[in-house]
């Protein structure tokens, strides 16, 4: 399953930036979607997750200003970003979990999105 995330840019610290994450096929159904992040010369880690029953969880660094949502029909991750701060700059990775069949199940990644904020 291949994913395209979008929506990455520069902005200035305090501004806001929306993701966007979809998948490029049907899928038969979604585990869970997530958005994680990776600054230069850190490891990835975890930002947001949303379950197939809209649960979410966040980071303890982005929780109040990160909000992740999800449109089942359109297989399509979101995360909205406010008051932004220039530690967020990052590439930011979405990643789906599911069934791309009822007996194959997957972990896809997208190709990363720049977030850049500028202080």
């Known amino acids: 399953v291949q994913l395209q995330a979008s929506g990455g840019g520069l902005v200035q610290a305090g501004g806001s930036l929306r993701l966007s994450c979809a998948a490029s096929?049907?899928?038969?159904?979604?585990?869970?979607m997530g958005w994680y992040r990776q600054a230069p010369g850190k490891q990835r880690e975890l930002v947001a997750t949303?379950?197939?029953?809209?649960?979410?969880n966040y980071a303890d660094s982005v929780k109040g200003r990160f909000t992740i949502s999800r449109d089942n029909a359109k297989n399509t991750v979101y995360l909205q970003m406010i008051s932004l701060k220039p530690e967020d700059t990052a590439v930011y990775y979405c990643?789906?979990?599911?069934?791309?069949?009822?007996?194959?199940?997957?972990?896809?990644w997208g190709q990363g999105t720049q977030v850049t904020v500028s202080s």
């Open positions: 096929e049907s899928i038969f159904s979604i585990n869970a």
């Open positions: 949303i379950t197939s029953g809209g649960s979410t």
């Open positions: 990643n789906f979990h599911g069934y791309s069949d009822p007996w194959t199940d997957f972990s896809s």
